[in-house]
Every structure is written in C-alpha cells, then in structure tokens.
C-alpha cells in the first residue's frame, strides 16, 4: 500500500477515460496549473456509486470557477464506463478513468487487493501537482461532495480555517507557510 504525505507530489498516473460518448487519454501532469479532484469509486452499476458521481456532476461548474478539474476512477473498463454512463449518467461531463491496472488505486492506497476494487478515496491537488488533502472511506457509506469543495475553498485561501469555515468567509489568519 502506498505512503501517501501531504504537501508531497502525488503519484502520477497516465490511463485510457470515458468522457462524453468518448475514450480519452488522461494523465495527472495534463493538468498542471490548475486544482485536481480525483475520486475513487468501487465499481460501475451500483448503488451508492451513482450518487456521489451525480453529486460531482452537480458542482462540476462549481470546481471549475476554482480551477479545479474533477476526475472520476474506478477499476472497470472503459467499456464498462461508456455503457453505464451512456444508460444511467447522461449528464457527467468529467473523464472517469478505467484503472483496469489496478496501478493507479495502489499508488493511491485504496485498492482493495482481495476484491480488485477501490475505496472511496478523494484527492485534492494542487496547481503544482501536491497533495494537500485526501480522505479514505468504507465501500458502503458515500461521501459528502459539499466537504470536499468546502475543503478545496479552504486550501485555496492559503490561511488558517477554522471548524465549520465556509466558501465566502474569511480565514483566521492567512500567515501559512
């Protein structure tokens, strides 16, 4: 399992996407100089998946107005991806990324080895291509994506935000080295 530390890179990735009717190539350094949101999910034609990648889906404007790109990873397919998103997700304009490797989930640190399937893990990225913040959940409970854009506003303040802060609000202190 990897290490991961905050402030350090994050483990780049290169990986065949589903995006909009499309199979893309998506790699981590495409997005140097802007915020990335990468999001683990366990698997395609579930039940609590289709919620959080709906939810993604509905702030997507929302992360862009802070530079930030979100992408979707999961250990299925690209075909596997095209039919479910095609059928089920017509509205997700983000690439979701087929980690059929499972390399992308290890260097991450949520894969499950026994299952070959991800936790729900949620990276933030910086423009530099540091992690700054990541959370690793069960399989059975979704994750709330109004934290991690509350989060992601936070970082982007570069100072000091205290409990319950919101988008808008000033920090306490914006002295952070």
């Known amino acids: 399992m990897a290490i991961l530390k905050i402030n ?18 998506v790699s981590l350094k495409n997005y140097q100089g802007r915020w990335v949101c990468l999001f683990f999910y366990p698997l395609d034609f579930t039940f609590v998946c289709p919620t959080e990648i709906r939810e993604f889906g509905k702030k997507e404007a929302e992360f862009e107005k ?13 075909y596997s991806h095209k039919a479910w998103f095609e059928s089920d997700l017509k509205e997700i304009n983000y690439p979701v990324l087929a980690d059929t490797t499972h390399q992308i989930s290890k260097d991450y640190g ?22 700054k913040w990541f959370s690793i959940g069960s399989l059975e409970i979704g994750r709330s994506v109004n934290e991690v854009f509350r989060t992601l506003c936070a970082l982007q303040t570069k100072g000091l935000c205290p409990a319950e802060w919101e988008p808008g609000q000033a920090p306490l202190s914006t002295a952070i080295n």
């Open 66 to 78: 802070q530079n930030c790109k979100i992408l979707g990873c999961s250990t299925d397919s690209v």
């Open 110 to 131: 949520v894969l499950v080895e026994e299952s070959g399937v991800s936790l729900r893990g949620t990276f933030l990225i910086d423009p530099q291509g540091n992690l």
């Open 8 to 25: 350090q890179f994050a483990p780049n990735f290169e990986a065949e996407a589903y995006e909009r009717g499309k199979f893309v190539k």
